[in-house]
């Protein structure tokens, strides 16, 4: 890790002090332990407030197209797949954006560990072992045993667009595609039904699943529409599904799968699953995944006079 983080100071230094970009956004060390946080570095001489490792969680696209000026950006696999979605969607400039790829080994998921030792006070990350002492007790874990769920299931660990490349390409192992969907879709209905009904009574709607996310750019959000009003505001698990199932639609075939949105989640609501079930069947009816290529067009932006439109007309 600490040569790569010596290469991306190292890039952002001289993009800076060479006035290619005015801005390099990227990840330093954050407030609490195991939590890396986004930062705007505007001088050479800020350069070292720049990190890289496992705690670099945050979806980095989601401050590009609102960051001004010509920008230099720290992209995972799924930072510049959204990089990529963002570009097709006319929300970014190829041109105005600088992409220092990174191979990503995953990232950690801080909840795992505090469900068993309760709030992290310290830790240290070292050769893939995390130790860290917590207000129930200390332990050391495995990186592979706390990796986040989506880094577990990540298919594009390496960056799919960049300017300039860091660390070793990762293999990416060839388990099934959503293994975990198909496990769902093979439950009874009443099984699933519970279960999202149950996830849904959790969520307290505040929103910072859509926040986090850098699909999520609408300058007002559906739920905060007046006229028409769709949600009323109340915390309630129809309005709480109404709001998930509309978020999931407005995803279909945009959703690059970055988990950034779980993560925020304060309630830990399972919203992978469906936006994971919306990206299996986007895939498997229109064979197209989000943001991994910028000559694909997105499935949904698509038209030809061909399409079968039976749920359109019925004959
Ligand atoms: S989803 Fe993939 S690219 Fe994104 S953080 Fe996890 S391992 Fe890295
Ligand atoms: S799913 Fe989680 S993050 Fe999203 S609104 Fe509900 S509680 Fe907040
Ligand atoms: S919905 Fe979640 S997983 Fe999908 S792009 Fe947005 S933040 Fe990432």
Known sequence: MNNIINDIRETARQLLADGKVDVVIGYEKGSLPLKATPCFVRSAQEVDRLIWDETCENNLASFVANTPGKKAIIAKGCDSRSLVVLIQENQLLRDDVYIIGVSCPGVVNKRKIEA???????????????????????KEYSFADVKDATCQTCRYPNPVIEDIHMGVTIEVSQSTPFADVIEMENKPDSERQAYFNQQMS????????????????????????????????????????????????????????CGACARACPQDVDIRAM?????????????????ISETIKPALNEFSADDPEAFLVKE
Request: charged share 25%.
């Open 275 to 291: 936006n994971r079930k919306s990206a299996k069947d986007v895939l498997v009816m229109y064979h197209h995944e989000a943001g």
């Open 116 to 138: 068993e030792i309760g709030e992290i006070l310290e830790a240290t990350i070292a050769e893939g072992t995390i130790s860290v002492k917590g207000m129930e007790g200390s």
């Open 202 to 257: 959790k969520c307290i709607r505040c929103y910072a699943c859509r926040n986090a996310c850098p699909m999520c750019y609408c300058p007002e959000c559906f739920v905060d529409c007046n006229s028409p009003k769709w949600l009323t505001g109340g915390v309630n698990r129809a309005e709480n599904l109404m709001f998930q199932a509309g978020r999931v639609l407005h995803l279909a075939g945009r959703c690059v799968d």
